[in-house]
């Protein structure tokens, strides 16, 4: 069976260190043959984005450009229909029918998905694997206990099957977040550091976020 591919959902608005170091996390530890960046055309459980799906897909071109083992998949933004997770795994796993496919998330994210429609259908297309970060509170409510009770597995078995099962993995995930960096934006803060240099300076040029200047 071929390596499995790594699915990592998310507005980017804007795209970050952190997700940037979560990806690459899981890149490795899991030896994924790539890691799929599939920006949403509109989050269904957040806000609207701020910035436009083209200059979000711009944002994530230029942070990904020098890492060939990241890839923009804009299924989401291309689709008519709101942007639910089930149907992009779907529409991925009819793409790779022979190919282990991991739909990645932070802590949080997992926290939240009882709350994603047909949640439980996920795992008929792929594997769920929670990055979670050391000293982070992991409280997960009775239901989706019992799921991970159900369905938790251990990684040394991801590329044995195509879809089915929950993998918990320990990540150096990095506590930031584009909410924040957007308010601090707005108050005009220096960024700089919490994102690549190439998108701080897109951010910039194109007055993004509210952008008008540093102090």
């Not at 390596?3 to 899991?30: N, S």
């Amino acid at each position: 069976m071929d390596k499995a591919i790594g699915i990592f959902g998310g507005a980017f608005d804007p795209i970050h260190y952190g997700h940037l170091r979560l990806a690459l996390d899981f890149l490795q530890i899991l030896n994924l043959s790539e890691v799929r960046f599939v920006p949403c055309k509109s989050p269904v459980h957040k806000d609207a984005n701020i910035a436009t799906p083209e200059q979000r897909l711009a944002l994530l071109n230029l942070a990904i450009q020098n890492m060939p083992q990241f890839c923009i998949d804009d299924r989401e933004i291309k689709r008519d229909t709101p942007s639910y997770m089930i149907e992009t795994v779907k529409s991925l796993r009819a793409d790779y029918p022979n190919t282990s496919l991991c739909l990645l998330l932070g802590s949080d994210a997992f926290l939240g998905l009882d709350q994603w429609k047909d949640w439980q259908q996920l795992l008929d297309y792929v594997h769920i694997v929670v990055g979670l970060r050391a000293g982070t509170p992991f409280l997960l409510n009775e239901v989706l206990s019992q799921f991970l009770a159900e369905k938790q597995e251990d990684t040394t078995d991801l590329e044995q099957k195509l879809n089915g099962s929950i993998y918990i993995q320990n990540i150096s995930q990095l506590a930031i977040s584009a909410s924040d960096i957007r308010s601090q934006i707005a108050a005009h803060l220096n960024v700089r550091f919490l994102l690549p240099d190439s998108v701080y300076d897109y951010i910039k040029q194109h007055q993004l976020y509210g952008y008008t200047h540093d102090i």
